[in-house]
């Protein structure tokens, strides 16, 4: 078997064997049922009242607006479930010394980062897929309503975890487990704020404001990616208000798109790099 | 550098920042050989097998590694290390962390599955095989450890303290797993503070302090060399000291102990009728071997580590 698989492979089985894996199922399962019970009380009181075309249209617009809230959710809880995997993951087996027995293989230390890499990008899809698909899947049993969409929207958002997790593992092979978590969640925190002050900005018009979200999406892409995620499972109408609570109507340009998959490689880069220069 | 040398390091360098861990270590191990790395804590010992394995960069310097450079990651598949500290992936089973270091030896799953089998047997853990890691002893962790640094039938295996967590028994089982490596033509590379292991295993020893090597030694010339005497002795007239030195040198009485070192084993029934031909008593006559511990302490000196 490859290397990289052996390690990939090694990485999920340690999510399973450390209770990573059935922590999250559990409460991503939770969740699951929070919003289906949710979506399903909100969406009978508003469906008591039939036979309006306005009642059809905001039933409409509740629907996609807790799909929205869902999406928001997920997003979230994948990005903290992904620095989480990800943050002791090289530091911790550095820490430990376990590590000294691995890399003492015929193995190459770029193919023990990106068999890493695999790894967890592996359980990040599966969180996801959980998480996404039972709320998507939840809102069309009971309604048969789907938005827009989200054959692009679910994976802009898998994107987005991925770029968190790279960034975790390319500090985690130079930073210790705690440094590692602290500085992902602080970028995460900037990029948020960022993304609210470059919507307040626009809707303003003050360039300032504008330029520091871009600043801060060019220091953690994950706000803009989100924004480009729910604008397009956003609906017609509420686009055309030109913002919901959870997205703006003005998207990312297609440089920032570009910059975010630069942004992944280079990060991947140097979790390889760092990895590779490091004395164990 | 050639290709006859497991090991062979040349003027290796490395430093921590200011602090300089190994200050320019020259190094020849032919294949073949059972060789013992010793020194003082902080001596530089784990930092040089570091850098053997290619855990380390060293700051400047050579190493060859059976001929090729240890950053080379094809001559690891040749290569077994058990680390000092042996801590391995707890939440995987015995049966389970060598399949893992098997696959990452790229051995093939049927050759595999025989090897772990015999490996299991040999550590004495094949009843344990289906249980976590987290729940052995240190001493199973010890012998599990040493498995895995087998698994590919290496040509040089490293054993930093292999036997540090073992009792009497799991260090015989250490002792005899050495001498089947010798016998089968490999390497064995050991650190260890346990000198009486060492100097039943090893053909040569390397004495290292600061990062650097003060002295290699044969076991068989310390087995062929000096003994030392000391004896227990009334009214032994001070004239007749002179006369001991047809078999001895550093002849010292203290009191009534005699001290000397003597030249040849073989002298020493001649050296005991000597004392009582002098007219002297004797009451205690002991002879020893210098032992690993006492040429230690002659090289390295009692200062000790850090």
Known sequence: MNPILVIARLTFKEAVRRRIATASLVLGILFLIVFNL?????????????????????????????HLAAMYASNFMVIVFGTLITADSISGEITSGVVQVTVTKPIARWQYVIGKWLGNAGLLALYLALLCGGSVLGI??????????VTEGIPLLYLNGLIVMTVALALSSTMSTLATGGTVFGLFGVAFIGGWIERIGTLLKNDTAINIGILSSLLMPSEAIW??????MTNQLASSFGATPFSF???????????????LLGFLYAAVWNFKKRDL | MSAQFAIQSLSLRKEFGKTVAVRGLNLEVPRGEVFGFLGPNGAGKTTSIKMFLGLVAPTSGNIRILGEEPAKTEIRSRLGFLPEHFRFHEWLTGQEFLTLHGRLYSIPSARLTARIEELLELVGLAEFRHKQLRTYSKGMLQRIGL?????NRPELVFLDEPTSGLDP????????IIRSLKTEGTTVFLNSHLLSEVEITCDRVAFIKFGEVLRVSSLSSLVDGETTLTARVHNLSPESLPGLSAWAKDIRLDGNTLHMVVLDEESLPAINRYLVESGAQVYAFSPQKMSLEDLFIQVVGMDGGL
């Open chain 1, 38 to 66: 949710g979506f399903h009380f909100m969406t009978a009181e508003i469906a008591a009242h039939p036979g309006t075309s306005q009642v059809e249209l905001m039933l409409e617009q509740v629907y996609n607006f807790l």
């Open chain 1, 140 to 149: 069309w049993l009971q309604t048969g309503y789907i938005a827009p969409h």
């Open chain 1, 227 to 232: 924004n480009l995620a729910s604008s397009r």
């Open chain 1, 249 to 263: 109507s003005q998207t990312p340009s297609p440089v920032m798109i570009a910059f975010t998959g630069l942004y």
């Open chain 2, 147 to 151: 498995a895995q640094a087998l698994l």
């Open chain 2, 169 to 176: 028994v799991g260090r015989r089982l250490v002792r005899d």
